[in-house]
């Protein structure tokens, strides 16, 4: 192969990412060299397309974006054991240490260390990308490469939805967009019993219903109280999962929970922002933070699952070829796009 490929780079400090030639990356003797196939956009790259306050704090460039992507292997260092030249695979982007208390108890998302692809290291969107052999997730034929380039989210969704037993319970999402999306569509799968998702944005609404078997409600135009009332619930949501990041879809959460109700928050406010501490206090709710994927637990439930009946698919609502990826980022900054795909083969 010649050494050099096309790479989506965040070449300077400003708004866009450049196509560029950039040397394919060596591989250490613990690596594996994957050739991507197709990635999936996430709201990160967003952040760093647009070249906000986060990105320009956290992003050194040059820098190759990208982190979600589904590939096969085409060279393995000389230590790597058990992967194959010719691996169709997709891989977890979290680059862990193994020195901390949490990653020697296995709880490798949870180190402190932890080094994102496409972030802080060269990342997915280029022809080749450089992947300790320990990140990849090998992909069952069942898995074609465009669900696999979406697993990374997937696996969000996976990882918050999960967080609770959902089996029969009433499941509230906050914030229809692809994650809280495909996390309706993994309560289901679990058998909750009634999913509602709330959103301002009605195309990404429409999309929820179109995805998965859940009630998409507009807050904006709707009152939630009476879509409970007309689902029969009488004492409110067992399971809150917040997808949005926004305070007033909290609170309304926190409302709506039965008591002794429990909320997953995958969601990341833009800044601080007052919570009614003595309102979680009085209602004995249970708040846990969602970070990443379970390495690799959530890996195994999520292909798991997908082997098994979970269908996300239609949640991908744009396929580019990546020398059109404007059209693909333009696609993403209209707000009302699931997700966006694009194919590097
Ligand atoms: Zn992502």
């Not at 429990?262 to 501490?277: E, F, K, T, Y």
């Not at 404007?326 to 699931?338: T, V, Y």
Request: with cysteine.
């Amino acid at each position: 192969m010649s050494n050099q490929m096309k790479a989506l780079e965040k070449s300077r400090p400003e708004e866009g990412l450049w196509m560029v030639r950039a040397p394919v990356p060596e591989i250490g003797p613990d690596d594996v060299l994957i050739k991507v196939h197709k990635t999936g956009i996430c709201g990160t790259d967003i952040h760093i397309w647009n070249w906000d306050a986060w990105a320009a704090h956290t992003v050194p460039v040059p820098m190759i974006t990208g982190h979600e992507f589904a590939g096969e292997i085409v060279e393995l260092g000389r230590n790597v054991e058990g992967l194959e030249i010719g691996q169709r695979c997709s891989g977890e982007g979290h680059l862990i240490g193994r020195k901390s208390r949490q990653s020697r108890a296995g709880k490798f998302h949870l180190d402190p260390g932890t080094r994102g692809i496409g972030v802080n290291e060269q990342g997915a969107f280029a022809e080749f990308l450089r992947l300790p052999a320990f990140n990849v997730v090998p992909l069952p034929d069942a898995i074609d490469d465009e669900i696999g380039a979406i697993l990374d989210p997937l696996g969000n969704a996976v990882h918050t939805a999960l967080s609770f037993d959902l089996v029969g319970e009433d499941v509230l999402i906050t914030g229809a967009g692809p994650i809280g999306i495909m996390a309706g569509a993994v309560a289901r799968h679990v058998g909750a019993r009634h999913v509602v998702i709330t959103d301002i944005n009605q195309d990404r609404l429409d999309l929820a219903a179109r995805v998965a078997d859940v009630v998409p409600v507009n807050v904006g135009t709707q009152d939630l109280r009476e879509v409970m009332d007309g689902l029969k619930m009488k004492e409110g949501f067992d399971v809150g999962l917040e997808m949005s990041g926004n305070q007033r879809a909290l609170d309304q959460m926190v409302e709506s929970l039965v008591m002794g109700g429990r909320i997953a928050l995958l969601g990341i406010p833009p800044g601080q922002s007052p919570v009614d501490w003595s309102r979680i206090v009085f209602k004995a709710i249970t708040i846990k933070g969602v970070y990443g994927r379970e390495i690799f637990e959530t890996w195994y439930k999520m292909i798991a699952m997908l082997e098994n009946g979970l269908d996300v698919r239609k949640v991908i609502t744009h396929r580019f070829k990546v020398d059109a990826f404007r059209d693909g980022f333009a696609a993403m900054l209209s707000g009302s796009s699931g997700k966006v795909v694009l194919d590097w083969t």
